[in-house]
């Protein structure tokens, strides 16, 4: 069952709320929407007459990336709808009426979905198991639908920069494969273009903020499922590096954008058995030599207390 609803369009709420926050919250908050715009103009995101749905679980990040695409929306050169999209799963305890007075309370175009996966799930899945992959799978399939009746020519996800580097290190100690979450790609069905404008905001970032915005959050414990082991013990080392090794995260951030083929092993990216004297390759054998580190990360210590340069 959907239920639609053109929300009456309000003044600019966003501009209302600026004037009873702190000057450190109107930071944060242009820090937020720059990353998200340029996110957007990097990889192409959003053009001149798309509609846009965006998937808003209740949670921080949606709630940021929703509050975050309406305010540039209203200074965008190009016109695009936004639609914003909730599925209600029919988890026992999930407060159904807080979603769409929100979407009331700030004037957007809003869709509820309510779909029973919880039963699907619970059923399928024994009892103790981790139900995350069997739910996002049916909830997935639920969204594309959507998207289609809807018209959406992009569906925007709320994964932010942490949740790319963790997928990274998940595929790499877990799914031997160098492979992390793409900001902008196209759904598993090919009928849609997946987007995910909080690619360059941290979590931290969108955490001071949502709170700060005093969103309605929605636990995503509703389900009672367990957090998945693997990621929780990359997240646990990636906030050790945050603290111990200032700057290699936004560093491991930056290696995302800047692959080299030549210089790893993968044959369908790079035709090593084709290379001869005369190959032109991007930075040639400096396998000896010592990495070039950004200005400022000169002194990156790494563990057992050397550094990176003196």
Request: with cysteine.
């Amino acid at each position: 069952m959907t239920t639609l609803s053109a929300a009456a369009a309000s003044p600019a709420v966003a501009d209302a709320a600026d004037n009873r926050f702190s000057n450190t919250f109107l930071r944060l908050k242009k820090k937020l929407e720059r990353g998200v715009g340029k996110a957007i103009a990097d990889f192409n995101m959003i053009g001149d007459g798309d509609t846009v749905m965006v998937c808003v679980s209740g949670g921080k990040d949606s709630h940021t990336l929703l509050s975050c695409l309406l305010a540039l929306r209203e200074r965008a050169p190009v016109d695009f709808r936004i639609v914003a999209m909730n599925l209600d799963q029919k988890q026992p305890g999930f407060p159904a009426d807080v979603l769409p007075a929100y979407f009331e309370s700030i004037g957007v175009e809003y869709r509820i979905v309510t779909e029973d996966t919880y039963s699907i799930v619970k059923d399928k899945i024994p009892e103790g198991k981790t139900t995350c992959s069997l739910c996002s799978r049916l909830r997935r399939g639920i969204i594309y639908r959507v998207a289609k009746e809807i018209g959406a020519t992009r569906i925007a996800l709320g994964h932010h920069r942490d949740d790319m580097i963790e997928t990274l290190f998940l595929n790499l100690f877990f799914g031997g494969k160098i492979k992390a979450m793409p900001p902008k790609l196209v759904s598993d069905n090919g009928e849609h273009v997946v987007i995910r404008p909080l690619a360059y905001c941290t979590e931290a970032e969108i955490t001071r903020f949502a709170r700060a915005m005093d969103f309605p959050i929605i636990p995503c414990n509703l389900c009672g499922s367990l957090e998945n082991a693997q990621r929780k013990q990359i997240k646990a080392m990636l906030q050790t590096w945050a603290r111990e090794h200032p700057g290699r995260i936004e560093s491991i951030a930056t290696a995302l954008g800047q692959i080299v083929p030549s210089h790893l092993a993968d044959t369908s990216l790079f035709d090593f058995r084709g290379l001869t004297r005369d190959t032109e390759v991007a930075e040639g054998d400096i396998a000896f030599d010592r990495p070039e580190l950004p200005s400022g990360l000169g002194a990156i210590r790494i563990a057992g207390g050397s550094t990176c340069e003196d």
